[in-house]
């Protein structure tokens, strides 16, 4: 594994594993304790995932030691607030089956994030989190919590794929030292990612798969990229990244597909943030 230091002095796993849309129990459960057996260490869930309590069980059936993982997970818009946050942290702990968190970010930009901030401050002091920062936040906002706050944000979760790089977004977080994180490294495989010629052409010669130069790519960019799978093949596979490197040529291919916007929503959108505020 490789890893990052993040701006308070603690280490995080530039390859992870996500449980984003795998609700079913029994199937959360067992796809994290393969992907622990895998060698993932990064763990990464969220309140609005519905899978918390399940990523718990898997963690516990996999029997590594705490020591030894990354677990993060985020709050929800409909419990921003300081009284709100901590409840919700407390609820999200307790169905982990941990004694503390790696890493609680702030989902969405939306709702009192003030308050949860302050209320994350707490925590960290009290040593129930070792890491807080935040998901989706542009660079004003970013901006405005590392500016009018104690403790800066460690890590932004964004969209971040071959369609949408935002190179210029990453950038800007290094002058507060936030450490870029990537949902959806596969864009979820839209626009037939997977049969991309450039990509299929690099993957080709280094005899490895789309997905696994994908995540080197981001790798090699100190990105933390977060992938999903059931499949402990899979698991297995997108992993398997340490052997290999991608040439400047190639790291320069992958960054000409940018098609600089989102392939899924726009945070900007009023009808969002309303569906947002309606999650359940």
């Known amino acids: 594994m490789e890893y990052v230091t993040l701006n308070d002095g603690n280490k995080m796993p530039l390859a992870g594993f996500g449980v984003f849309q795998i609700p079913d129990p029994q199937e959360a459960a067992q796809a994290v304790t393969d992907a622990i057996n895998s060698g993932y260490q990064l763990i990464d869930t969220a309140q609005a995932y519905f899978n918390e309590e399940a990523v718990g069980n898997g963690i516990k059936a996999s029997g590594a030691k705490r020591e030894d993982l990354f677990v993060a997970s985020k709050l929800w818009v409909s419990d921003t607030g300081y009284d709100k946050t901590k409840a919700a942290f407390e609820t999200s702990l307790k169905k982990l089956q941990l004694d503390y968190l790696d890493l609680y970010l702030i989902h969405q930009p939306y709702g009192d994030i003030y308050g949860s901030w302050r209320a994350m401050e707490d925590l960290q002091k009290e040593g129930k989190i070792r890491s807080i920062g935040v998901s ?3 660079r004003d906002r ?3 919590l590392a500016t009018f706050n104690d403790v800066k944000p460690a890590v932004n979760q964004i969209e971040l794929n071959p369609w949408f790089q935002q190179p210029e977004e990453v950038a800007y977080y290094q002058q507060y030292g936030v450490q870029a994180e990537a949902w959806a490294p596969f864009a979820e495989g839209k626009h037939d990612i997977f049969k991309n010629e450039t990509l299929t052409g690099i993957a080709e010669a280094h005899n490895k798969t789309v997905g696994q130069v994908i995540l080197r790519w981001l790798m090699q960019n100190k990105i933390v990229s977060l992938a999903k799978s059931v499949h402990k093949a899979r698991m297995d596979e ?5 052997d290999f490197n991608l040439s400047d ?25 309303k569906r947002m505020a309606n999650w359940n």
């Open 136 to 138: 989706n936040f542009e």
């Open 142 to 144: 970013v901006t405005d």
């Open 238 to 242: 997108n992993i398997d990244i340490f």
């Open 249 to 273: 040529a190639e790291m320069s291919a992958i960054a000409k597909l940018d098609r600089g916007e989102s392939q899924f929503f726009d945070h900007h959108d009023p009808a969002q943030v």
